[in-house]
């Protein structure tokens, strides 16, 4: 391994004081996304007590934000592609701060519903925004240690969270803690007012590399804004029809009515492009069925399967969100040092040695609960520090954060279907077995897929088709798999090819491909 190609051991070095700056405005909106998030899934049996709903129905709650992230993920980010990266920071961290007030002022469950969907659209917003806004701003060969590095504030805002429920609640209402998350916001705020914009963004803006409007592209004027007005409120309502609860068949009919409208939304604004977006959101989704069943309903685990009192919630809270805080940082330095794949999977392998042992401890062995949790965390969620920038690294730069704010986010509906099929899986298991049986299942699924780079793969065999039908080449290299797209700080630290030309803007994903500077090299 060359000194030109790997990351140095201090690596600080070389990073300028505005790279500093630009971490540190990126991170603490990102703390703060975590912190007014995660409240929800501390005060649910406080929340399911005073509303009078059963655990599954509560359970709704968490996955509410779900439902209107993917729309945040498409709109923001492509205010980001289109104005730049920085107001778009700014506007998604004012909304969900202002939808965590919001939530403290609920009168009954459809009111919360109402107000956690608007944390979830500045939570889309923040996610895709703030890593391309980092991704962008750092140094090339440091970018997985840069997704690393943002994501860890998530965790970290969740511990700040956790403490707080036990400093608040006991003493004076679930409300109260929702109110008390404004109050960092504001600073996080004060310190995006004051970046530059995004090193790589103002390159293209300066050269008239106009970039991909997702917004302009799916909603013109004419019968296309109409009708995808149309198809946007049929796949809302068949979200929420979906969490409120139905029979098999009915659930499948509306799930696949909510594929069909993705499909084709992501048709339009990513054209040739689509079945890349897909898989990466099929991928994505995976990821969030392994990680949030854990997230969403460890609190509830521990209060009524081992009866921990709300300190011992926010002690082991505490473990588990340091532990994803390194877990996030490792995965982001080794993704630097031997490339993105082999991070994630070689994570994620490990975590499958901890998922039985946490729900085998029972309620007397705390401080085991405590390392158990740590290391699982660290090595499954923390593992998922890369995932931004291994999905990230299949667009191109002028639909970068519309695209990968919209295929996350879309993804990110797993995080909906979690705590929800937890919590049905718990009534024939326990809540502990179907948390794990989730766990080991899904985690195997995305190490098949990530490993096996499975977007890339079926991009390339839909360039195959298309070039076998006559049609033109996209424009840009193809999406590389297989082990070479992946090898290690080698592909990181390739050197930059030629800008991409600007897309069409009727047709602007149709042959907008990678780009040369930052295709697959992870």
Same mark, same amino acid.
């Given at each position: 391994m060359s000194r030109s190609t790997a990351p140095p051991l201090r690596w600080r070095a070389e990073l300028s004081g505005q790279d500093w700056k630009a971490f540190t405005a990126a991170w603490l909106g990102y703390a703060m996304d975590g912190f007014d998030f995660v409240l929800i899934t501390l005060v649910l049996t406080e929340i399911a007590h005073d509303f009078h709903l059963?655990?599954?129905?509560?359970?709704?709650?968490?996955?509410?934000?779900?439902?209107?992230?993917?729309?945040?993920?498409?709109?923001?980010?492509?205010?980001?592609?289109?104005?730049?990266?920085?107001?778009a920071m700014v506007l998604s961290i004012a909304l969900y701060a202002t939808g965590s007030v919001l939530c403290g002022f609920s009168w009954g469950y459809w009111s919360l519903f109402a107000f956690r969907m608007v944390v979830g659209l500045g939570m889309a917003g923040e996610y895709g925004t703030s890593v391309t806004y980092l991704i962008e701003s750092w140094?090339?060969?440091?970018?997985?240690?840069?997704?690393?590095?943002?994501?860890?504030? /998530?965790?970290?805002?969740?511990?700040?969270?956790?403490?707080?429920?036990?400093?608040?609640?006991?003493?004076?209402?679930?409300?109260?803690?929702?109110?008390?998350?404004?109050?960092?916001?504001?600073?996080?705020? /004060?310190?995006?007012?004051?970046?530059?914009?995004?090193?790589?963004?103002?390159?293209?803006?300066?050269?008239?590399?106009?970039?991909?409007?997702?917004?302009?592209?799916?909603?013109?004027?004419?019968?296309?804004?109409?009708?995808?007005i149309v198809l946007c409120l049929v796949a809302a309502v068949a979200l929420v029809a979906v969490l409120r609860g139905q029979?098999?068949?009915?659930?499948?009919?509306?799930?696949?009515?909510?594929?069909?409208?993705?499909?084709?939304?992501?048709?339009?604004?990513?054209?040739?492009?689509?079945?890349?977006?897909?898989?990466?959101?099929?991928?994505?989704?995976?990821?969030?069925?392994?990680?949030?069943?854990?997230?969403?309903?460890?609190?509830?685990?521990?209060?009524?399967?081992?009866?921990?009192?709300?300190?011992?919630?926010?002690?082991?809270?505490? /473990?588990?969100?340091?532990? /994803?805080?390194?877990?996030?940082?490792?995965?982001?330095?080794?993704?630097?040092?031997?490339?993105?794949?082999?991070?994630?999977?070689?994570m994620l392998t490990a975590s499958l040695a901890f998922v039985v042992p946490v729900f085998a401890l029972g309620s007397g062995h705390t401080v085991w609960?405590?390392?158990?949790?740590?290391?699982?965390?660290?090595?499954g969620s923390g593992g998922s520090g890369v995932l931004p920038k291994y999905v990230s690294d299949h667009y191109p730069l002028q639909m970068r954060a519309a695209a990968l704010g919209f295929s996350y986010n879309v993804g990110a509906l797993g995080g909906a279907a979690a705590p929800i099929l937890g919590a049905k899986l718990a009534?024939?298991?326990?809540?502990?077995?179907?948390?794990?049986?989730l766990g080991v299942a899904l985690t195997a699924l995305v190490v098949l897929l990530v490993g096996c780079d499975v977007p890339a793969r079926v991009q390339a065999a839909a360039d195959r088709r298309a070039e076998r039908?006559?049609?033109?080449?996209?424009?840009?290299?193809?999406?590389?798999?297989?082990?070479?797209?992946?090898?290690?700080?080698?592909?990181?630290?390739?050197?930059?090819?030629?800008?991409?030309?600007?897309?069409?803007?009727?047709?602007?994903?149709?042959?907008?491909?990678?780009?040369?500077?930052?295709?697959k090299r992870t």
């Amino acid at each position: 391994m060359s000194r030109s190609t790997a990351p140095p051991l201090r690596w600080r070095a070389e990073l300028s004081g505005q790279d500093w700056k630009a971490f540190t405005a990126a991170w603490l909106g990102y703390a703060m996304d975590g912190f007014d998030f995660v409240l929800i899934t501390l005060v649910l049996t406080e929340i399911a007590h005073d509303f009078h709903l059963s655990t599954v129905t509560a359970a709704t709650l968490v996955s509410a934000a779900f439902v209107s992230r993917w729309f945040g993920g498409l709109a923001i980010g492509a205010l980001g592609d289109r104005f730049g990266r920085r107001p778009a920071m700014v506007l998604s961290i004012a909304l969900y701060a202002t939808g965590s007030v919001l939530c403290g002022f609920s009168w009954g469950y459809w009111s919360l519903f109402a107000f956690r969907m608007v944390v979830g659209l500045g939570m889309a917003g923040e996610y895709g925004t703030s890593v391309t806004y980092l991704i962008e701003s750092w140094p090339r060969k440091l970018r997985n240690t840069a997704s690393g590095m943002i994501l860890s504030g /998530y965790p970290l805002g969740g511990v700040l969270a956790a403490k707080t429920y036990a400093w608040v609640v006991p003493h004076s209402s679930w409300r109260v803690l929702f109110w008390i998350g404004v109050l960092p916001v504001v600073l996080a705020i /004060y310190l995006r007012r004051k970046l530059p914009e995004a090193a790589e963004w103002q390159q293209a803006a300066d050269a008239g590399r106009r970039p991909v409007s997702a917004t302009a592209i799916l909603f013109a004027a004419g019968r296309r804004r109409a009708a995808n007005i149309v198809l946007c409120l049929v796949a809302a309502v068949a979200l929420v029809a979906v969490l409120r609860g139905q029979d098999t068949a009915v659930t499948l009919a509306l799930v696949a009515v909510v594929t069909a409208c993705f499909v084709t939304l992501t048709v339009q604004f990513a054209g040739r492009l689509w079945p890349v977006v897909v898989a990466l959101m099929v991928t994505v989704f995976c990821a969030f069925l392994y990680s949030w069943p854990l997230q969403a309903l460890l609190p509830t685990y521990l209060k009524t399967s081992l009866h921990y009192s709300p300190d011992q919630v926010s002690d082991a809270l505490l /473990y588990a969100g340091c532990g /994803y805080a390194v877990g996030s940082v490792l995965s982001g330095y080794l993704g630097d040092r031997f490339g993105t794949r082999i991070a994630y999977t070689g994570m994620l392998t490990a975590s499958l040695a901890f998922v039985v042992p946490v729900f085998a401890l029972g309620s007397g062995h705390t401080v085991w609960m405590w390392v158990l949790l740590f290391l699982l965390v660290g090595t499954g969620s923390g593992g998922s520090g890369v995932l931004p920038k291994y999905v990230s690294d299949h667009y191109p730069l002028q639909m970068r954060a519309a695209a990968l704010g919209f295929s996350y986010n879309v993804g990110a509906l797993g995080g909906a279907a979690a705590p929800i099929l937890g919590a049905k899986l718990a009534k024939p298991l326990s809540l502990g077995t179907s948390i794990a049986v989730l766990g080991v299942a899904l985690t195997a699924l995305v190490v098949l897929l990530v490993g096996c780079d499975v977007p890339a793969r079926v991009q390339a065999a839909a360039d195959r088709r298309a070039e076998r039908a006559g049609l033109p080449p996209r424009e840009g290299p193809a999406p590389r798999h297989g082990p070479a797209a992946d090898t290690g700080p080698a592909a990181v630290a390739a050197p930059p090819g030629p800008p991409a030309p600007p897309a069409p803007p009727p047709a602007a994903g149709n042959g907008a491909g990678p780009d040369p500077d930052t295709s697959k090299r992870t």
